[in-house]
T-cell receptor, first 113, second 114 residues
Framework: GENVEQHPSTLSVQEGDSAVIKCTYSDSASNYFPWYKQELGKRPQLIIDIRSNVGEKKDQRIAVTLNKTAKHFSLHITETQPEDSAVYFCAAQKGGSASKIIFGSGTRLSIRP | DGGITQSPKYLFRKEGQNVTLSCEQNLNHDAMYWYRQDPGQGLRLIYYSQIVNDFQKGDIAEGYSVSREKKESFPLTVTSAQKNPTAFYLC?????????????FGDGTRLSIL
């Protein structure tokens, strides 16, 4: 069935260093790949997304890359700051907006001062 | 997002009892979703609805029921058949614009067993 695998499950980086989270999806028909950030006890919030017709997208310190051939996509956070500490979820969706979205299992990112 | 309201924030269920979690949105979104989140885990889809009076089972629908009588509302009932209901429940909605649109989440309801 449809599946999204996310690695690593936990990640600790020194403040100022970069963090990379990787996801692999199984359904080649997936065409939309959002990333969500969830702080402890709060709602997930969209931080960046990418569509299948684009290979890379950047927004300030955050970037996402997509390799459709290999069916994997990655989140890159540069110059990490304490407020980047949270759980990050990748997701994949195919078809229209109302189709179901498959989430990865999450990565707990900790930024060491 | 202020556009999606979940209530209550905390809910306690007695054994054998059905409880209903509320989700209301004023974003004019057609699609709505219910997810269950267990500690340290990802989001698992319970039910979703693409349009009023229609809904589909997600990956873990057993022990749950939903209704979609109004576009703005998508309540979730946790029935007594759900033997392990303790979890964080998140409601989300999305529009049906050109191409896929991101989901907007509510603040969640934390359900515990008494």
């Amino acid at each position: 069935g449809e599946n999204v695998e996310q690695h690593p499950s936990t990640l600790s980086v020194q403040e100022g260093d970069s963090a990379v989270i990787k996801c692999t999806y199984s359904d080649s028909a997936s065409n939309y790949f959002p990333w969500y950030k969830q702080e402890l006890g709060k709602r997930p919030q969209l931080i960046i997304d990418i569509r299948s017709n684009v290979g890379e997208k950047k927004d300030q310190r955050i970037a996402v890359t997509l390799n459709k051939t290999a069916k994997h996509f990655s989140l890159h956070i540069t110059e990490t700051q304490p407020e980047d500490s949270a759980v990050y979820f990748c997701a994949a969706q195919k078809g229209g907006s109302a189709s179901k979205i498959i989430f990865g299992s999450g990565t707990r990112l900790s930024i060491r001062p | 997002d202020g556009g999606i309201t979940q209530s209550p924030k905390y809910l306690f269920r007695k054994e054998g009892q059905n409880v209903t979690l509320s989700c209301e949105q004023n974003l004019n979104h057609d699609a709505m979703y219910w997810y269950r989140q267990d500690p340290g885990q990802g989001l698992r889809l319970i039910y979703y609805s693409q349009i009023v009076n229609d809904f589909q089972k997600g990956d873990i629908a057993e022990g749950y029921s939903v209704s979609r009588e109004k576009k703005e509302s998508f309540p979730l009932t946790v029935t007594s058949a759900q033997k392990n209901p303790t979890a964080f429940y998140l409601c989300a909605s999305s529009s049906q614009g050109l191409g896929n649109q991101p989901q907007h989440f509510g603040d969640g309801t934390r359900l515990s067993i008494l």
